[in-house]
């Protein structure tokens, strides 16, 4: 694989990262740490709640982003697309888990990614109450930072295909009889996904396989670089490139990925 930057800029964008995973956490414990308001995006049947703490976390990264890369275009869950003509976008999550958030739950994140002409290329997932984050510095190296240890990721590549542990969340979004038609990927899937603390486990190899449905480009691109960095593989249902989001694959090796792709074949197709 070609890296799409060079390494200065590489170390320049996961400096930047590096530094603003930290001031996440501060902001968190000196500004957010509190009571917050919780309010529903779908009108009617559904429910997809959003926090204040959602929209002042994505206003705090804002902020940070455009005082050090100006030009740069930002998208975002909360506040939408800032356009420019510059090649590099930054893509936030501001809270990925918001469910979890809102009933206490330590696992969600904020999930920030720099993508370069529609690649992601630096991806942060940061998880202020587990105190640790997630970072690629390169395209073949990424770390984990917690109570003050640094740690290499990388997945377990050489785990047999009947030993792998698949975590997997269809939401109710796949009906009985999709579900009927990919027995065997129901009955791998022994672990829950639980936001992006999966992903995150998946790259210091304690998870081999991820399963999950109708990702949106801010859940999926912080996590991309991470995962291909600790050597692992994520694609779409039907082999596309994922950062076309949505049903998102993601496997410890390409024999492993090849094997998920065969079984899931019969709902690919399913958005």
Known sequence: MISLINSREYKLFANFLNNLAK?????????LNGTFK???KIKGKGYDPVTTSDRAFEKFIRLKIKKKFPKHQIIGEEFGIKKSLSDFTWVIDPIDGTRSYVIGNPTWSNLISLNFNGNPIVGLANFPILKKYYLNFSDKKAFVFQNGKIKKLSVSKNVPFNQIKVAGAFYGSLSHKQKLKIPKVTKLMQFPVTDALSYSHFCEGKI????QRKN??????PLMP????????????????????????????QSIHNKMLKLLKPVSKYY
């Open 208 to 211: 081999d396989v991820i399963i």
């Open 23 to 31: 001031d996440l956490t501060k902001h968190y414990y000196s500004k």
């Open 38 to 40: 919780v309010s529903n």
């Open 216 to 221: 949106k480009i801010w859940d999926i691109h």
């Open 226 to 253: 991470i995962i291909k960095a600790a050597g692992g593989i994520v694609t779409t249902w039907d082999n596309r490139d994922a950062a076309n989001a949505g049903n998102i694959l993601v496997s410890a090796n």
